[in-house]
């Protein structure tokens, strides 16, 4: 049982490339989000689905993209990447039930543009 | 927004001790999580408390809450090295999908 899964690990990009960032869940869950994590920092909600073809933004959605196309995948895309966007990218997926929300993470893709 | 504030930012304690670190909210919720990071990876879901719960536990976890504080508490009893993570709070802020994050309590148990 895979979970949540991302890819890629590891990225460098210049100042204005583009890329995707995949994240893939198998539990069959209705919910899933993009973070940042910022050293020191907690947690910043990017954009978060709470169902196939639905997307909303969080609360750092500048400069970033995403889509549900399959409820089992959720990508985060980033259209012309700076160096503010340097981070560690997590996704989540979850089920709710009632108020209850308990969110499943990936491990992770660090992110440097230089 | 950061809702929940956990302190202190950091902790270190010799192995065997228990560790204890804090989480402030500022609104009303239905529950409160903790989760742990360790270095390098994504977070782990520890501990659910729920609003009408003044107490949990888990293992050598054990969370309280105080809703009236608009605070909780995580207690590690006998503290491993295989606990030295970070720990995080999260509350629901009365929401079915977000969650709101605190920034942390970085935990190092010492051999």
């Known amino acids: 049982n895979a979970g949540v899964t991302q890819t890629p690990k590891f990225r460098v990009l210049k100042t204005g490339q583009s890329m995707t960032l995949l994240c893939a869940q198998d539990m069959n869950h209705e919910y899933m989000y993009w973070y940042r994590q910022d050293p020191g920092m907690g947690l910043r909600l990017i954009h978060y689905s709470v169902g196939e073809g639905t997307t909303a933004k969080g609360e750092v959605p500048d400069g970033y993209n995403v889509s549900r196309l399959k409820k089992q995948n959720f990508l985060l895309g980033l259209e012309s990447a700076a160096p503010s966007q340097t981070s560690v990218y997590f996704c989540?997926?979850?089920?709710?039930?009632?108020?209850?929300?308990?969110?499943?993470f990936g491990a992770g893709t660090r992110l440097s543009v230089l | 927004s950061q809702q929940g504030e956990e302190d202190p930012q950091a902790l270190s304690i010799q192995e065997g001790e228990n560790a204890t670190m804090n989480c402030s909210y500022k609104t009303s919720i239905n529950n409160l999580q903790w989760y742990r990071q360790n270095s390098g990876r994504g977070l782990v879901h520890l501990i659910l408390i729920r609003s009408n719960e003044r107490e949990k536990h888990s293992g050598r976890l054990r969370v309280t809450l105080d809703t009236s504080k608009k605070s909780s508490s995580l207690l590690i009893t006998a503290s491993r090295a295989a606990d030295t993570a970070s720990y995080f709070c999260?509350?629901?802020?009365?929401?079915?999908?977000?969650?709101?994050w605190g920034a942390g309590t970085k935990l190092i148990i010492k051999p």
């Open positions: 989540a997926s979850s089920y709710s039930m009632g108020r209850t929300n308990i969110q499943y």
């Open positions: 999260a509350t629901d802020a009365n929401s079915n999908y977000q969650l709101i």
